[in-house]
């Protein structure tokens, strides 16, 4: 089971843009990445063409690596891990390790 998913809010622990929190907008699993909402910016130099007949630098959210992301808590509010445990109905699912609430 993956720790973070698409749609959570995440927290950044190291790197440049460290102690910003955003929205993840997809993860990549082979690759243990994932794009975040507002987080690690990079500069693309893209060529005129066609459809874009301005050209130039475009600035664009690059994927950060997952063990720089901690998930944010909705109950708690609160940078934690993740933990995984499995319901009484055997299903697992995403915990707290601070509050114990189910996170999703």
Do not use: W
Not at 3 to 29: E, Y
Not at 33 to 58: P, Y
């Amino acid at each position: 089971m993956k720790k973070i998913i698409k749609n959570d809010t995440v927290k950044v622990i190291a790197g440049r843009d460290r102690g910003k929190t955003g929205r993840v907008l997809s993860v990549f699993p082979k690759k243990n990445r994932a794009l975040v909402e507002g987080v690690n910016f990079v500069k693309k130099h893209t060529r005129r063409t066609q459809q874009d007949q301005q050209g130039g630098i475009v600035t664009k959210e690059s994927p950060i690596h997952i063990s720089n992301l901690l998930l944010v808590c909705k109950g708690c509010g609160k940078p934690t891990r993740a933990g995984v445990t499995s319901l009484s109905d055997g299903t697992k699912t995403r915990i707290c390790k601070e509050c114990k609430e189910i996170v999703s």
